[in-house]
């Protein structure tokens, strides 16, 4: 997970059903990026985009583990 420089959204990977490490516990179902709305300083959110990542089903080999914020200049 990586939060927003601005603190209002939280990036989650989500992995996929086939991982490549971690065994049976690091296995998803949809592999991608969730895009969550932080709420109540961080107490509550909601999910307001997903982007998947590879093939959405059984087959897919996709299994994102991480990702990172990055400034950009102005």
């Known amino acids: 997970m990586e939060l927003s420089p601005g603190g209002d959204l939280m990036f989650v990977t989500l992995r996929g059903p086939r991982a490549l490490t971690g065994g049976p ?6 592999p991608g990026v969730a895009i969550m709305f932080v709420e109540n300083g961080g107490a509550n959110g909601r999910r307001v985009a997903f982007i998947p990542i590879g093939a959405q089903d059984e087959s897919s080999h996709a299994d994102p583990h991480a990702l990172a914020i990055r400034r950009l200049g102005r």
């Not at 516990?25 to 949809?30: K, N, S, V």
């Open 25 to 30: 516990t690091a296995i998803g179902t949809t």
